[in-house]
T-cell receptor
Framework: KAGVTQTPRYLIKTRGQQVTLSCSPI?????VSWYQQTPGQGLQFLFE???????NKGNFPGRFSGRQFSNSRSEMNVSTLELGDSALYLC???????????????FGPGTRLTVL | GEDVEQSLFLSVREGDSSVINCTYT??????LYWYKQEPGAGLQLLTY?????DMKQDQRLTVLLNKKDKHLSLRIADTQTGDSAIYFC?????????????FGTGTRLTIIP
């Protein structure tokens, strides 16, 4: 079974621009979560989507948004980019998004965003 | 509140056992996870333990959970050079049916030949 895929793997943008990142979950998984990883803040939870609905949200400004399509693929958008948005953005998929013995999150390789 | 802490660095000789420690503060955690991140890669789920278990063993990996002290550890037996990575512990908290993972800062494991 193919794993979680993220595109693009690397991205360079300038301040003020916007960016869209894509995540394709493992087949059959309905929950997709997004995380930001930076050296200073570590791994932080952005939001989770389940059946095309945002179900949970972390403490990030409204510039960070996302959506999920009917095939469970998800996109994350960051508008008005700032230097501090440079990070590795990871997405993770799971079957239901609820904790259970088998329903754990599986991560993609990430998209490394650099803001100049 | 949610706070997960780990030591930042650990160095171990090849062939020895590595023990990576983690403390968490939220007693309502349901699952606790260990992830491995190699350079330039995403996170790989290594193992997990349900909060009502004390120990889980999976080949070279042993997870110990002390729920009273909110302390989690990962022991890697016979550490190899391929074990060099950053190891993250994470706690899973279910809030009104929603799950959120909170990660520790990560422990960078370096293997000494």
């Amino acid at each position: 079974k193919a794993g979680v895929t993220q595109t693009p793997r690397y991205l360079i943008k300038t301040r003020g621009q916007q960016v869209t990142l894509s995540c394709s979950p493992i087949s059959g998984h309905r929950s997709v979560s997004w995380y930001q990883q930076t050296p200073g803040q570590g791994l932080q939870f952005l939001f989770e989507y389940f059946s095309e609905t945002q179900r949970n949200k972390g403490n990030f400004p409204g510039r960070f948004s996302g959506r999920q399509f009917s095939n469970s693929r998800s996109e994350m958008n960051v508008s008005t980019l700032e230097l501090g948005d440079s990070a590795l953005y990871l997405c993770a998929s799971s079957l239901q998004g609820a904790p259970s013995r088998t329903d754990t999150q599986y991560f993609g390789p990430g998209t490394r965003l650099t803001v100049l | 509140g949610e706070d997960v802490e780990q030591s930042l660095f650990l160095s171990v000789r090849e062939g020895d056992s590595s023990v990576i420690n983690c403390t968490y503060t939220d007693s309502s955690s349901t699952y606790l996870y260990w992830y491995k991140q190699e350079p330039g890669a995403g996170l790989q789920l290594l193992t997990y333990i349900f909060s009502n278990m004390d120990m889980k063993q999976d080949q070279r990996l042993t997870v110990l959970l002390n729920k009273k002290d909110k302390h989690l550890s990962l022991r890697i037996a016979d550490t190899q050079t391929g074990d060099s990575a950053i190891y993250f512990c994470a706690e899973s908290i279910s809030n009104f049916g929603n799950e959120k993972l909170t990660f520790g800062t990560g422990t960078r494991l370096t293997i000494i030949p």
